[in-house]
């Protein structure tokens, strides 16, 4: 049994920065990729970024590349997601999943409640 709690979401302006984190318990979470996902109201939960369970490969969608860093600390079962150059269009419930590598949410098993990101312009 996998259990995530994200938090670290909040209210920022347009160009800000939020550091998001992942917390997991369960003995099997570091055999797991993490990924994060995100669902503004009224848009399919969208994908972000994931990371293998070694840490070692990761990957970005083109509408965050170059903003976001994703990263892990198995030491800490803690996944973090960081979030620079915020633009309003970011605005959504942000989901950390543990899973299979994927670019999909049926790629993951467990998920954890979803953090709010509201981004002001």
């Known amino acids: 049994q996998v259990q995530l709690v994200e938090s670290g979401g909040g209210l920022v302006q347009a160009g800000g920065s939020l550091r998001l984190s992942c917390a997991a318990s369960?003995?099997?979470?570091?055999?797991?990729?993490v990924g994060w996902f995100r669902q503004a109201p009224g848009k399919e939960r969208e994908f972000v970024s994931f990371i293998s369970w070694s840490g070692g490969s990761t990957y970005y969608s083109d509408s965050v590349k170059g903003r976001f860093t994703i990263s892990r600390d198995n030491a800490k079962n803690t996944v973090y997601l960081q979030m620079n150059g915020l633009k309003a269009e970011d605005t959504a419930v942000y989901y950390c999943?543990?899973?299979?590598?994927?670019?999909?949410?049926?790629?993951?098993?467990?998920w954890g409640q979803g953090t709010q990101v509201t981004v002001s312009s």
């Open positions: 999943a543990a899973g299979s590598i994927g670019l999909r949410p049926h790629d993951y098993d467990f």
């Open positions: 369960g003995r099997t979470f570091r055999s797991y990729a």
